[in-house]
Antibody, heavy 121, light 114 residues
C-alpha cells in the first residue's frame, strides 16, 4: 500500500525557516517524480515544487522561488522541503503527492495527510 | 502560465439529482500529437487530502463510481455527477497538467445537498 507521511510543520515567526519531510513507503520511491502542493486555510490547492525521480530536475512556483528548496533522499525513501524567509502567506497545509502511475504524469494519485505550517508572530 | 477557472463557485443539488461543474483553461490543454486532454478532476472532503477522480479529461480512476463522468476538450471541460449521493458533498477541483510539471488547479467548486 502506498503511504506518504508528512512531518515537520508547526508555528514559525515571519522570516523563519522550517524543513518538511515526507516519508514514502509501499512503492519504489526512486522511480517516481514527486511534488509538494499546499492549501492555505479555507483556500484552494497550489502547486509548490516538483522534483524528478533522480533529483536532477527541479521546478518551483514563482511564489516560493528563491526561498524554498526541494530535495530527496532515495536511499531513505524521503522527500524534503526546506522553507526559508517564511511569510504569513506561506501559512498552509503542505501535502506531498505522487503521480498515479510513474510513466508520465496523469494526475496525483497519492497524497499524504498533510502537515500544517503556520507563519505568525 | 495556464490559468484555470471553474463555475459555479458552489452549488446545491437534491439527492439523486445531477450536479454539473464547469472548468475552463486559458489555453488549450489538448496535446495534438496524442489527441489527449491534459486535464484531471479531484474531490476533496473536509479534513482530507484531494482524491484523483478523473484524468485525461474523461478517464475514471480505478474505484471511482460511474456516476462521476468527465467530458470536454481543448479549453472547456465538465465534471458531472449523474445522481448526487450524500457522500459526494465535497469541493471539486480541475487541474491542467499540459504544462507539467508546472501544473495548475482551478479555484474549486463546492457541492452541497439542497
Amino acid at each position: 500500500e502506498v503511504q506518504l507521511v508528512e512531518s515537520g510543520g508547526g508555528l514559525v515567526q515571519p522570516g523563519g525557516s522550517l524543513r518538511l519531510s515526507c516519508a514514502a513507503s509501499g512503492f519504489t520511491f526512486s522511480s517516481y517524480e514527486m511534488n509538494w502542493v499546499r492549501q492555505a486555510p479555507g483556500k484552494g490547492l497550489e502547486w509548490v515544487s516538483y522534483i524528478s525521480s533522480s533529483g536532477s530536475t527541479i521546478y518551483y512556483a514563482d511564489s516560493v522561488k528563491g526561498r524554498f528548496t526541494i530535495s530527496r533522499d532515495n536511499a531513505k525513501n524521503s522527500l524534503y522541503l526546506q522553507m526559508n524567509s517564511l511569510r504569513a502567506e506561506d501559512t498552509a497545509v503542505y501535502y506531498c503527492a505522487r503521480d498515479l502511475r510513474g510513466d508520465g504524469y496523469i494526475g496525483s494519485g497519492y497524497w499524504g495527510q498533510g502537515t500544517l505550517v503556520t507563519v505568525s508572530s | 502560465d495556464i490559468v484555470m477557472t471553474q463555475s459555479p463557485d458552489s452549488l446545491a443539488v437534491s439527492l439523486g439529482e445531477r450536479a454539473t461543474i464547469n472548468c475552463k483553461s486559458s489555453q488549450s490543454v489538448l496535446y495534438s500529437s496524442n489527441n489527449k486532454n491534459y486535464l484531471a478532476w479531484y474531490q476533496q472532503k473536509p479534513g482530507q487530502p484531494p482524491k484523483l477522480l478523473i484524468y485525461w479529461a474523461s478517464t475514471r480512476e480505478s474505484g471511482v463510481p460511474d456516476r462521476f463522468s468527465g467530458s470536454g476538450s481543448g479549453t472547456d471541460f465538465t465534471l458531472t455527477i449523474s445522481s448526487l449521493q450524500a457522500e459526494d458533498v465535497a469541493v471539486y477541483y480541475c487541474q491542467q497538467y499540459y504544462s507539467t510539471p508546472l501544473f495548475t488547479f482551478g479555484p474549486g467548486t463546492k457541492v452541497d445537498i439542497k
